[in-house]
């Protein structure tokens, strides 16, 4: 069973910050270094401060970026830069953006959420890695705070949760430009009647991480470090819920890079047991490639991948989905029929012989800078996927299963500063 509570947010203090624009954040998982370092500039009370500080070079287990959050945190709401609400509330949130020229709206809704560490309600189709998880687990232990949220979807085909919590809004408390370019508002809502409605429309749901497994197991970690009880503030964790059935929702592929060490020759021959190759030619900039690179792969039904090399395009049909029952026997068939393990299993392990995907392959989310970073010699080879369907993921969580590591990238990204809470 799903357990959800209302919580005392903490939002900054506009009369203290100035503009609230610049006090906001991407998630701390996609901050560059360059990005870090305009944020530290922006404004002094930027939220990236205290999500993913600067290491400083005499850096140590008494001195580091996870205790000056920690004491960031406490200066800030004993000066009133940071305010604790008096009541506790759950706190609607929208994003309007625009994508592919198409203008959408994301609606969820912060609340708290009790963990389930079975992972019996709550879905991940991801595995977690051990460095990201000691990295957030050390930011809990100084700041014992959620100073960002993590992403869960829940299934609602009447979108009634969200029409509870729509008709109950007015003005937004909080409208600002994200990082993004996109238009993020937040609202508060503090009447009980209401929240009880939220609260018993999600009981009997499954819920379906879509960004934050690693914050997620986190959370599970730092609650069995401190033996939280069933009902203490630890065994809660501060997320947003969106409707899977939302169609502001948008999933990204997640493009592959690759150095070889074999020659494009014996990809292609090796290849050709599995795949049908066909070559295509792409010119102008590469804006103009990566247009027709992306259109040449769309399918609705066939799996298509993009090899991109500076010696040109080839796209990669596969011509039968059995072929992975070879590979996957103890899979479902959905995860057997994903492009990404399509990808990983065929192309890249068996063909291309690479068995550690976590040193040896990089990612990006932008075709044009796939592209661009072959033309630049920093990769040998691109390969361009198509986006992972939110019905595959739900039911690769479902059953149980894990994809592959950056099979899915959610848009739109949550964004950091907005409102957070403390143990």
């Known amino acids: 069973m799903v357990e959800v509570a209302p919580f005392k947010g903490i939002t900054y203090n506009k009369d203290k910050v100035g503009k609230l624009d610049d006090v906001m954040s991407p998630p701390y998982d996609i901050i560059s270094p360059e990005m870090q370092e305009e944020l530290y500039k922006k404004n002094e009370y930027n939220v990236v401060r205290l999500i993913l500080g600067k290491v400083m070079s005499g850096d140590n287990e008494k001195d580091n970026w996870y205790k000056r959050a920690r004491k960031l945190f406490e200066e800030w709401l004993k000066e009133g830069i940071l305010v604790e609400s008096k ?35 709550i879905k991940a189709h991801e595995r977690t890695l051990a460095k990201p998880k000691e990295d957030r687990l050390r930011l809990m232990r100084e700041t014992k705070a959620n100073l960002e949220p993590i992403e869960l979807l829940y299934m609602d085909e009447s979108d009634e949760i969200m029409r509870t919590i729509r008709s109950n809004l007015d003005g937004p408390e909080i409208d600002v430009v994200g990082y993004d370019g996109f238009k993020h508002m937040l609202w508060r809502i503090e009447d009980e009647d209401v929240i009880t409605q939220v609260k018993n429309l999600l009981k009997d749901k499954i819920l379906f991480i879509a960004d934050g497994h690693h914050r997620y197991q986190t959370a599970i970690d ?10 203490d503030p630890e065994n809660y964790i501060m997320v947003v819920l969106a409707n899977m059935f939302d169609k502001g929702l948008t999933i990204l592929p997640t493009h592959r890079l690759v150095r070889l060490r074999m020659s494009l020759d014996e990809i292609e021959r090796k290849a050709g047991k599995y795949f049908k190759i066909e070559k295509i030619d792409v010119e102008g900039s590469i804006s103009d ?55 990983h299993k065929l192309l890249i392990e068996d063909v291309m012989g690479i068995k550690d995907v976590e040193k040896e392959i990089s990612y990006t989310r932008d075709a044009k800078e796939a592209i661009g970073l072959v033309e630049k010699g920093k990769f040998d080879l691109s390969i361009i996927m198509n986006p992972t369907k939110i019905e595959e993921v739900r039911k690769v969580a479902e059953a149980g299963e894990h994809m592959p590591q950056k099979s899915t990238y959610f848009m739109p990204k949550l964004l950091s500063g907005l409102v957070m809470r403390r143990f």
């Open 289 to 343: 490639k990566s247009r027709e690179i992306v259109k040449s792969i769309e399918t609705k039904e066939e799996h298509k991948f993009a090899l991109y090399s500076r010696e040109g395009c080839s796209v990669y049909t596969l011509k039968d989905e059995k072929v992975m029952e070879k590979f996957a026997p103890d899979k479902s068939e959905t995860w057997r029929t994903l492009d990404v393990t399509i990808l």
């Open 87 to 121: 009541k506790e509330g759950i706190y609607p949130y929208s994003v309007r953006y625009t994508i592919d020229g198409e203008e959408k709206e994301m609606r969820g809704f912060f609340i708290l959420l009790k963990l389930d560490h079975d992972y019996k309600a």
């Open 222 to 231: 730092y609650a069995k470090e401190v033996n939280a009880g069933e009902n």
